[in-house]
């Protein structure tokens, strides 16, 4: 069973990937829940806030360093157009997974189809919400910055947090659905031979 899961999983043929997949994941879930346990303003607080809020920004400029990897590895492996050819309004990928699941089937990844849309959405909504949460961390701790502004990008993070909140649970949930598809699929294909 764990070489069926194990084989399931997302990018069997880029370990690299694969991993750098996970650990973004794992971080992104961490910020996730630790973000209810932060403050912007450490004075006075417990050791534990502040110790969950160190947590964060570092992890935070983990990820984005992460996902700038992810992205350079992404353009790098596949190109520019395999995952925005939207961009450049070519549709006909999207279009063609869409007649896919119109008819039940799951379509493979491929340039331009929903997948790579997908993966490159989620990859710049990670670089825009740590991006902006970094901005804030330079911007709050350096003195004579402009009170107005740190507090604009602060309130731009909280909002860019909702996309890659929501791009996780998405992601994870229609990830769990296609692993589990491929699992059972791969079961029903042993037993038919």
């Given amino acids: 069973m764990n070489s069926q899961l194990r084989n399931a999983l997302p990018h069997r043929d880029t370990p690299f ?38 947590f964060h920004f570092i992890s935070g400029f983990a990820l984005l360093t992460l996902g700038i990897v992810m992205l350079i590895w992404m353009l790098t492996q596949r190109g520019f157009r395999y995952y925005f050819a939207w961009l450049m309004l070519d549709f006909s990928g999207i279009a063609e997974d869409f007649k896919a699941l119109k008819s039940f ?3 493979e990844a491929h340039a ?3 997948a790579a ?21 330079v911007l709050n701790t350096a003195s004579g ?45 042993s037993v038919a031979h």
């Avoid at 997908?118 to 990859?123: D, F, M, P, S, Y």
């Avoid at 909280?158 to 996780?168: N, S």
């Fill in 117 to 137: 849309l997908i993966q490159g959405l989620g990859v710049l909504a990670l670089l825009g919400v740590a991006a902006c949460g970094g901005l804030w961390f």
């Fill in 112 to 114: 331009g189809g929903v």
């Fill in 17 to 54: 990937f694969r991993l750098l997949h996970i650990i973004v994941a794992v971080l992104v879930l961490l910020q996730i829940v630790n973000a209810n346990f932060i403050e912007s303003e450490l004075d006075g607080e417990s050791e534990l806030t502040i110790a969950i809020t160190w």
């Fill in 145 to 189: 910055a402009p009170v107005a502004l740190t507090r604009d990008v602060l309130h731009l993070h909280k909002f860019l947090t909702v996309f890659i909140e929501t791009y996780f649970w998405g992601h994870g949930a229609m990830g769990l659905f296609h692993i589990f598809l491929t699992v059972r699929e791969n079961r029903n294909n």
């Fill in 105 to 107: 089937r799951l379509p």
